[in-house]
């Protein structure tokens, strides 16, 4: 592989992220906002590496004796792409050599982060698990890897039925151990719900806000809320779930998404403004459970 393909810092760490071999845990969690490593940071034992580069900021560290790395990747999916494609560099490319290790390592990724919510029975301030991830972002052509026809078919059909217009819908799931864990540990004290998530290419016109640029499709969140697959109903509106499990899917990976609804689009709320406990104290406890989860992976 030459060095423009997967490219490194002088000092030879991978180029986005300035993480030297040895320094992340196969056990990931995502944070998004590079602010929320700070605040989850507390929650380890003890900290082995940290660093930052860019919009990039992360620690590794122990959790009950679990290595675990938190890694806050920024907005959107092609942070997340980075993200997720380096950190599986560091664990299965010989980057002296640029060829992949002879064995895979599988890595753990959960992403623990805020998002809108869409249906009108979850109170605001529900944690969100992603079952599905669907989204209309282009990094699915980029690759040749699979995504759930049945799921991305569905979705096309009913988007079209409403909007006369096509999009390139795709479809994609979280992995076994995720599921297994959503089942087993839930968030304790705060409302939990599962279902899709819809992940938008943007936080404004591609989620259905408009602002003063008119937008093509303002009936957006009710329009996705209305569709379910196999009984399943999109439950929540954010910007990283699919591209996170198309590409760990892809890689061979796991991944997982937990999200702290702080708006509710169909009742216009924002948890900032709608006091009681604060998102802080809230997302809190989220990265708490995201640890735990993390921490049970082998």
């Known amino acids: 592989m030459r060095p423009s393909e997967l490219p490194r810092q002088p000092d030879g760490s991978i180029y986005h992220l300035g993480m030297q071999p040895g320094q992340a845990s196969h056990r990931c969690l995502l944070v998004g906002d590079p602010g929320r490593v700070a605040l989850a940071e507390?929650?380890?034992?003890?900290?082995?590496h940290r660093g930052h580069h860019r919009e990039f900021v992360w620690v590794t560290g122990l959790y009950k004796g679990v290595s675990l790395t938190i890694l806050g990747t920024g907005i959107g999916g092609d942070n997340t792409?980075?993200?997720v494609v380096e950190l599986d560099a560091l664990h299965n490319i010989d980057l002296s050599r640029g060829v992949p290790f002879p064995t895979q390592q599988k890595l753990y990724f959960l992403r623990v982060g805020t998002c809108g919510l869409l249906q009108a029975d979850v109170p605001i301030g529900a944690v969100v698990f992603s079952t599905y991830g669907v989204g209309v972002d282009p990094l699915p052509f980029f690759y040749q890897a699979p995504t759930i026809a049945p799921l991305s078919q569905a979705l096309q059909e009913h988007w079209y039925r409403l909007a006369q217009q096509k999009l390139p819908w795709y479809g994609v799931s979280t992995s076994s151990f995720f599921k297994e864990q959503a089942a087993q540990n839930a968030a304790v004290g705060l409302p939990w719900v599962q279902g899709i998530t819809y992940s938008a290419a943007g936080f404004y016109g591609p989620q259905g806000r408009a602002v003063r640029v008119p937008i093509r499709y303002p009936h957006l969140p009710d329009w996705l809320a209305q569709f379910q697959y196999e009984g399943v109903f999109i439950q929540n509106i954010e910007m990283e779930v699919a591209p996170l499990?198309?590409?760990?899917?892809a890689l061979g990976h796991e991944a997982g998404a937990i999200c702290l609804g702080v708006a509710h689009r169909k009742k216009g709320a924002l948890l900032y403004q709608n006091g009681g406990t604060s998102v802080e104290e809230r997302m809190r406890e989220v990265l708490r459970l995201g640890l735990e989860w993390l921490a049970q992976a082998p």
Do not use: T
């Not at 507390?42 to 082995?48: E, G, I, M, N, T």
């Open 42 to 48: 507390p929650l380890l034992d003890s900290v082995q």
């Open 81 to 83: 792409e980075i993200a």
């Open 245 to 249: 499990y198309f590409l760990a899917q």
